[in-house]
Structure formats: C-alpha cells, structure tokens
C-alpha cells in the first residue's frame, strides 16, 4: 500500500514538457526529502533526483525535482522519445520508520 | 564504479524460504553513509521496499512483511542478504539490491534485479 500518491499516466509531444506530482503527508514529504526514479522495463531503476532537487552526475539539467509541504514534483522538458518509462517518487516515512515509493506514474512521449 | 549484483533461486515453493544474496563490489559495504536495502516489483505492480541493513547489522523493515522477513549482512564477504518466509504466489517478483543513502535516503545503485517466481 503506497502512501505516496502519483497519477497512473502522463504524456506530451516531443520537446514538449511534462510534470509528474507525488502527494503524500506530514510523516513522509512533510518532514523528509523526496528522490525519483526512471525504471524502463528489464533494466535497474536509475535515480534522477535526490534531495528534492539535486541531479546526480549524468543526468540532464532538462529534468528538474521540487517540493513544498508535502507534496513533490518532477519536469521534464524537452521530451524525448527515450524517456518514455515508469518513474517513481520515494521518501523515508518516521511514522512507518520505512522507506515508501510513490504509486508510479507512466510517462508516453 | 559501485555495482551490485543480486544471486539466488529462481524458483520457490510455497510455504518455503526465498533466499537472496547481493554481492556489493567496487566499494566497502562498511561505509558510514549508507544502508543496503531490498526493493521488489511484482509483475505489473510498483516498487514496494522491502528493508534495509546497516554494516553494523542494524535493520528497518517494512511493517507488511516485517513478520516474515530477515536481512543479515556479512562485511567479510562485502555481501548483504534476504530471507523472506512463508512464501506465497503473492511474492512472486523482480527483487532488487541498491544503496540507500542514510541522510538524504535516496537508492544509488540499484542491481539489475533477479525474477523470483513462487510455484509448486
């Protein structure tokens, strides 16, 4: 049961840019950092953003993290066939004391 | 470069144990910054996590399969590992080992995942 909540489905036109939302609570995105994942199926997920906004080495500057309060996001500009894949927002829950992921949003360019 | 590389059955009976092991390589499974954790996608489901260990042996597991799950870490083999009990056809999955950062609580690296099917 996830308690991070995502649209099932986003799309845009190439170049176009997309947005995924992540809404969750005080005990999760209220009071911890957010990181998203890129899962194409068959492969590892790869992280795209951590601490909310931070782009680990490799990754484009076309893609971008926010949040406030409890809830997150990620763009991703410049659509391009390639990122068509499953993406996931996750954060550490202190009422679970676990770490939860978002429901998954598919993205179709 | 850190990989991470997930091995064991693929194929479980039910009632019985699903064993795990991940093999961490080009870097200490030792470090003070990070946990070692297990994440799992049934098919045509989401990511869910499992849990988590530190080098220490210090654990956090989620609470739905808490019951039934144990994860152990062995610093001399620079390995960490899963066991999950009781198994049923619901816990068939892709299983994946990653770094978990203890701060920021991101996972980077992920293994490539290894299909454990539970049937008779």
């Known amino acids: 049961q996830s308690v991070l909540t995502q649209p099932p489905s986003a799309s845009g036109t190439p170049g176009r840019r997309v947005t995924i939302s992540c809404s969750g609570s005080s005990s999760n995105l209220g009071s911890n950092t957010v990181s998203w994942y890129q899962h194409l199926p068959g492969t590892a997920p790869k992280l795209l953003i951590y601490a909310n906004n931070l782009r680990p080495s490799g990754v484009p500057d076309r893609i971008s993290g926010s949040k406030s309060g409890t809830s997150a996001s990620l763009a991703i500009s410049g659509l391009q066939s390639e990122d068509e894949a499953d993406y996931y927002c996750g954060a550490w829950d202190d009422s679970l004391k676990g770490y939860v992921f978002g429901t998954g949003t598919t993205v179709t360019v | 470069q850190l990989q991470l590389q997930e091995s064991g059955p693929g194929l479980v009976k039910p009632s019985e144990t699903l064993s795990l092991t991940c093999t961490v390589s080009?870097?200490?499974?030792?470090?003070?910054?990070?946990?070692w954790g297990w994440i799992r996608q049934p098919p045509g489901k989401g990511l869910e996590w499992i849990g988590s260990?530190?080098?220490?042996?210090?654990?956090y597991y989620n609470p739905s399969l808490k019951s039934r799950v144990t994860i152990s870490v062995d610093t001399s083999k620079n390995q960490f590992s899963l066991k999950l009990s009781s198994v049923t056809a619901a816990d068939t999955a892709v299983y994946y080992c990653?770094?978990?950062?203890?701060?920021?609580?991101?996972?980077?690296?992920w293994g490539q995942g290894t299909l454990v099917t539970v049937s008779s």
């Open positions: 260990i530190y080098y220490s042996g210090s654990t």
């Open positions: 080009g870097g200490s499974i030792s470090s003070s910054s990070y946990y």
């Open positions: 990653a770094r978990h950062h203890r701060h920021d609580n991101w996972n980077d690296p």
